[in-house]
């Protein structure tokens, strides 16, 4: 908006510019005009005062009421005499000095003639080109048009009783007016040429503002229409955001009620070798009790087994109730015994799918993070490595699983010795609800909770290798 | 340029004299066809032969052009001559920028008579 204002400025500073080179152009000629006018009436008044001194001159010379033709005739004295004073008013400007006297309409003759080149004789016939300008009883002047104004004649004729009794005339030159005026035209012509330059360059400039007008409008339409779309997009991404997590709090509800089916399965697992022995004993105590066997001590030891694997069997809940629940404050453990606990919980599980686990953990293995989260990923990894050699049906099954230190990273890799990943899926594992389990078994959810929490709580990374010799899970931290 | 510009000069000039001397001549000699005597330089103001006759001799002619020393009239290009020699009955020539034409009715009357009512103006 800006940009555009700045335009609204530019047209106003171009017509204000056009403006003042219009008065500046209007002034000059306006100038010129006076310099012509000014030049013109100096010359005037130089060449009245001239022939006024003249006149002065002859009327002083000449007695009145005599013809000057008569009296020059007869004194030549006078006659030379008056020459040589009117040669000195000769100067450049004045072309020819000479006096004449009206001898009828058309034709005069010349009294007294001073030019320098062809001078007239005394008393010959002379027909100007323009002959009614020379009667006049007060000065006068007029342009030779028809000699290109290079002369402007003037006349101041010396009057006795209204009647002409000479004429003193003086071509002047207008060669320095000429001058004058040609530099005033050239200067005109390069003030024309520079506002001709000036006006296209405005005309341009303007044509330029407008078109970066038109193309800012453009912009600014286009730019309102991008904001509004924006708007929508984030009011369409909130609400994906919001429909995301309400499907991540779906997602998480459901991997915790996996998890806990899990868990279950695992406890049960875990309590059937105790509940075994507790049967097992309340067995013993009924036929010894029937057979009439039972004695204190066989009931004492009967009862302590009981209680021992009732202990046990607590001892399970608390290590599940343990892994349960919620962690929020981060913690420095030992990865090698974090493993051997997860161990503890789904190792049964695994003898009973005749799997061996093989330990390659490094000693003093310290991190600082969220331990329950990372165990829940461990025993998600290992059940998925337990069903992966159980589906694959190769023996012997065996899980190797590795802690160490690379780079100050620490690496956990779980690996199977199974049939690996088909390559058609490798890319979809840990997509959510994507499970190559038989229905009912897997719910699709552990890989991708496994590798949610890695990333955004532990601040890792999940990642797996697959072959046809087996999988390898690598949990980065 | 300056080559170029005089030969037009001159051109002009003797445009302007061609057409007053086609008028002019048959008027003061009183004939159709006039015998004209002149130097070469005015040749080219006599090329129309339907008016006039270039002669070799100046007593040939009826009319001598040029400031010319001759026996028979003569049209004058000077004041000067004009005014000092006897047998010239006319001048044409410039004054002050102006073009002047006189005639000298003495020696003009003396040659042909009476002079046309048109030229009377210039009559001295």
């Known amino acids: ?477 | 340029m300056i080559l170029l510009f005089v030969p037009l000069v001159l051109f002009a000039h003797i445009v302007g004299l061609k057409e007053l001397v086609q008028t002019l001549f048959p008027l003061l000699v009183h004939k159709r066809i006039v015998k004209v005597y002149t130097s070469p330089s005015f040749f080219p103001l006599f090329d129309d032969n339907s008016t006039f006759v270039l002669v070799e001799e100046c007593n040939q002619s009826d009319l001598v052009f040029g400031d010319i020393n001759c026996s028979k009239p003569i049209f004058g290009l000077s004041y000067r001559f004009f005014s000092t020699h006897p047998n010239v009955i006319g001048a044409f020539y410039y004054r002050k920028g102006r073009p002047q034409l006189v005639i000298k009715m003495k020696s003009y009357e003396k040659y042909f008579g009476h002079l046309d009512p048109s030229l009377q103006r210039y009559a001295q």
């Open chain 1, 1 to 477: 908006m800006n940009r555009i204002k700045f335009q609204y400025i530019f047209f106003a500073f171009a017509i204000f510019l056009g403006a003042t080179i219009f008065l500046l152009y209007h002034n000059f000629l306006e100038t010129e005009k006076y310099i012509q006018k000014l030049i013109l009436q100096e010359d005037l008044r130089e060449l009245r005062q001239t022939t006024d001194n003249i006149k002065r001159h002859l009327l002083r010379i000449i007695p009145p009421h005599i013809d000057f033709y008569t009296y020059l005739q007869t004194h030549p004295d006078v006659y030379k005499d008056i020459q040589k004073d009117l040669e000195l008013f000769i100067i450049d400007k004045y072309k020819f000095i000479y006096l004449l006297e009206p001898v009828d309409k058309d034709r005069f003759r010349f009294l007294v003639d001073t030019s320098r080149n062809d001078r007239a004789s005394f008393g010959e016939l002379y027909t100007p080109l323009e002959p009614q300008e020379y009667h006049t009883l007060s000065p006068h002047y007029f342009f030779h048009k028809e000699l290109k104004n290079i002369w402007l004649t003037y006349i101041n004729p010396v009057v006795e009783h209204g009647k002409i009794k000479a004429l003193i005339v003086i071509d002047f030159s207008l060669e320095q007016a000429h001058l004058i005026e040609k530099s005033l035209k050239t200067l005109e012509n390069f003030l024309s040429g520079l506002i001709l330059f000036l006006s296209g360059l405005i005309a341009i400039m303007v044509l330029f503002a407008y078109f970066d007008y038109k193309r800012e409008r453009k912009m600014v339409q286009a730019y309102e229409k991008l904001e509004k779309l924006n708007k929508e997009l984030e009011h369409r991404v909130e609400e994906k955001i919001k429909e995301l997590r309400k499907k991540d709090a779906i997602i998480l509800n459901q991997s915790k009620l996996a998890a806990m089916g899990e868990m279950i399965n695992m406890i049960a697992h875990q309590w059937r070798q105790p509940l075994n022995a507790i049967s097992v004993s309340a067995i013993n105590m009924q036929i010894e009790a029937n057979m009439g066997l039972s004695n204190p001590q066989s009931i004492e030891e009967n009862a302590k087994m009981i209680q021992q694997q009732a202990q046990l069997m607590s001892r399970v809940i608390d290590d599940f109730m343990d892994y349960a629940r919620p962690e929020k404050k981060k913690e420095r453990f030992d990865v090698k015994e974090m493993v051997e606990e997860v161990l503890k919980m789904i190792e049964p599980q695994l003898k009973n799918h005749n799997i061996s686990i093989v330990l390659d953990l490094a000693h003093d293995l310290y991190i600082e993070s969220y331990k329950k989260d990372l165990e829940h990923v461990l025993l998600n990894l290992l059940s998925n490595a337990r069903d992966a050699l159980d589906e694959c049906g190769k023996e012997p099954k065996k899980i190797i699983i590795k802690a160490y230190k690379e780079k100050d990273r620490i690496k956990i890799e779980v690996k199977d010795n199974g049939c690996g990943i088909p390559k058609h899926i490798q890319e979809r594992i840990f997509e959510p609800y994507f499970t190559t389990k038989e229905q009912g078994k897997g719910t699709g959810l552990g890989l991708y909770m496994s590798r949610k929490i890695v990333r955004e709580k532990l601040k890792g990374d999940l990642f797996f290798e697959s072959f046809d010799t087996g999988t390898t899970f690598i949990i980065e931290l």
